[in-house]
């Protein structure tokens, strides 16, 4: 036990004094799940593990850089909203996959081929191993799960135990021991086994566990299968279930959308849950996780408003709300901008709105924060990649999963375009991400990017970073100057990666998609691409538009300001933190939550 550190009582935030086991009065500790918890009355450890609480299911969290349980923005949601749970010591637990092999590790070859290699990682390094297991039934054969506890917790006292469930376990078959291995590995039979062990042996273990559940929050639609689980329970009362269930729908368009055909259901699970009670839910034709978790769900929301939009529109009847994603404040500020907001703002870590207030704080020392943020990130690259950059350029930024829509090249469609836009003031970009093993298009894109990098090198220094991850991305995020963004609309449902640049006062140029529809106001939190999603225009004459914007912004708009006017320009940074960042965090998220979702 770390002796000199006072740790907050979980429950209410009194500080403890454990190596003296004193507070006003006596710290009370216990020992649950074999594992020592210290509270500063009988009142709050009873509340701690008796009182009901949220389940938050979801098939990646990525909680710390060490843990590579995730693969990308959903993950990075998913921790953060574990984080400013903790924060508002909400009465939370987490659920999701150990994952021991991660998603994958890039290695990224000289002409652009990526190559993935496993991400083994050690659950007993970082993870407790509860010595309590759940058992589910998949092809008439008993797999046991067993969880592994992360505590979470936050400066204010706040814990929230994340529950990583493993089944590579003795007991199980060579095969099933694997099951917990590949974060979206494997064939349709591998995927339907995971969520089996999320949805089912979650909600199973949270009873071996004994606690009392209130709500079971639905990140996504990979563990909806729990749902079948309740309404057995509830002796298919589907109210009951719906009262006790919250689900958030990240998906804009219904080709996405997590199905598996009936007859692999029927193979894995028998006839454990009624197929007609299962088709009357989760459609007819497939079984459709979105449907499942929406037609058992009293609350359903979509990650921003333009999602929620899209969302009534393909479940007419359904009553879809909009709570926007948001990102941690603290952990997604760079020291730099730490130190600045602990000066001006002080308690803005747990007060994130108070970034309102960044208006106040000298140009000045904004830049200079900018400055170290921007040669920590160009120092870091020095390490990984042999192209100059030159930290007095114009630094734009790009990274995200490679993938199709997020059309990562969209900035070379026009060479000619971007070589005038340079010879106005000079630009460079760094781009990082990566593509699913399976997505042959994702790819493409990182190898076209390497062979424009090439093409350019003369005029135009672009740098591909390997290993998109958590800490990549916090450097990424703070260290250049312009965030760039260029998806297909409507596919980026929310996106998040611009708020965490708003957070280090990185400016914005984002296609109107998503968040960036409620973020930007025209040059003054940044600028848009392309039209408004109100405007009724054909593909291609968006597309024309977005071109149009793309490269006449950058050329007479942003090039000209960075490097002419620079306190205009500081004014744009210090709007991303006041006006953007102020509202897009977790802390607003989980509050809406609460009072929307969880107190219903
Ligand atoms: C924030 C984050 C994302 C999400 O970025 P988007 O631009 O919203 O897609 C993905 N991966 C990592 C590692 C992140 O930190």
């Known amino acids: 036990m770390e002796k000199s550190l006072l740790l907050g009582c979980p429950v209410c935030g009194t500080k403890l004094d454990i190596e003296n086991m004193k507070t006003r009065l006596e710290i009370v500790c216990d020992t649950f799940w074999s594992k020592k918890f210290y509270f500063c009355s009988k009142n709050c450890k009873q509340h701690f593990f008796e009182d009901p609480k949220i389940a938050y299911f979801s098939m990646e969290i990525g909680i710390a850089n060490d843990i590579p349980t995730y ?89 929230i135990p994340i529950f990583f469930l493993d089944t590579d376990l003795e007991s199980n078959t060579p095969e099933d021991r694997r099951i917990t291995d590949y974060l979206y590995g494997g064939d349709k039979k591998y995927r339907l086994k995971q969520e089996i062990v999320l949805g089912i042996g979650g909600t199973r273990i949270l009873e071996a566990l004994a606690l009392k559940i209130s709500k079971y929050h639905m990140n996504e639609g990979q563990s909806a299968l729990l749902t079948l689980e309740l309404l057995k329970k509830n002796n298919l009362n589907s109210e009951k279930v719906q009262n006790q269930c919250v689900f958030t729908t990240h998906t804009p368009i219904e080709a996405a959308f997590d199905q598996f055909s009936y007859d692999l259901f029927q193979e894995l699970l028998g006839n454990q849950y009624m197929l007609s009670t299962v088709k009357q839910y989760a459609s007819q034709e497939n079984l459709n996780m979105t449907y499942l978790a929406l037609n058992l769900s009293k609350y359903v929301n979509g990650v921003s408003k333009a999602h929620m939009s899209y969302s009534k529109k393909i479940f007419p009847g359904h009553h879809i709300r909009s709570v926007t994603n948001g990102v941690h404040s603290f952990s997604w500020t760079c ?99 990566k593509a699913h093993p399976r997505d042959i298009e994702g790819k493409h894109l990182i190898k076209e990017i390497y062979r424009y990098a090439k093409e350019l090198e003369e005029q135009i220094k ?66 848009g691409i392309g039209p408004h999603p109100s405007e009724l225009v054909t593909v291609e004459e968006r597309r024309k538009r977005e071109l149009t914007d793309l490269y006449s912004k950058l050329k007479y708009l942003i090039v000209p300001t960075y490097y002419k006017n620079r306190d205009r320009w500081i004014t744009l940074m210090k709007n991303s933190i006041s006006k953007i960042a102020y509202y897009f965090q977790t802390q607003g998220v989980v509050k809406r939550y609460i009072t929307e979702a969880y107190l219903l």
């Open 462 to 527: 672009i740098v591909y970073l390997e290993n998109y991850d958590m800490s990549i991305a916090s450097k990424l995020t703070s260290g250049v100057d312009v965030w760039l963004n260029t998806p297909i609309p409507p596919m980026e449902a929310s996106g998040t990666s611009g708020m965490k640049a708003a957070h280090n006062g990185v400016v914005n140029f984002s296609i109107l998609d998503g968040w960036w529809i409620e973020g930007c106001i025209e040059g003054v939190t940044g600028w």
């Open 335 to 433: 020291r730099f901008f730490r130190q600045l907001y602990d000066k001006y703002i002080p308690s803005w870590a747990n007060e994130p709105v108070l970034l309102v207030r960044a208006s106040e704080i000298p140009n000045l020392e904004i830049w200079n924060a900018h400055l170290k943020a921007k040669n920590s990130l160009f120092n870091f690259i020095k390490t990984k990649s042999t192209v100059a950059l030159d930290p007095n350029i114009l630094t734009i930024g790009f990274a995200r999963r490679a993938t199709g829509y997020k059309r990562s090249t969209f900035i070379f469609s026009n060479l000619n375009n971007l070589m005038e836009i340079n010879k106005k003031g000079k630009i460079q970009m760094i781009f990082a991400g």
């Open 71 to 159: 693969s990308g923005g959903l993950g990075i949601l998913a921790g953060d909203i574990v984080k400013a749970s903790a924060d508002l010591k909400l009465d939370m637990v987490a659920l999701t996959l150990v994952s021991r092999k991660g998603y994958f590790k890039q290695k990224i070859s000289s002409n652009g081929d990526q190559q993935e290699q496993p991400h083994n990682w050690d659950p007993s390094e970082f993870l407790f191993k509860i010595p309590k297991t759940a058992t589910v039934t998949i092809e008439n054969q008993p797999v046991e799960i067993q969880a592994w506890l992360y505590e979470h917790r936050s400066p204010t006292g706040g814990l």
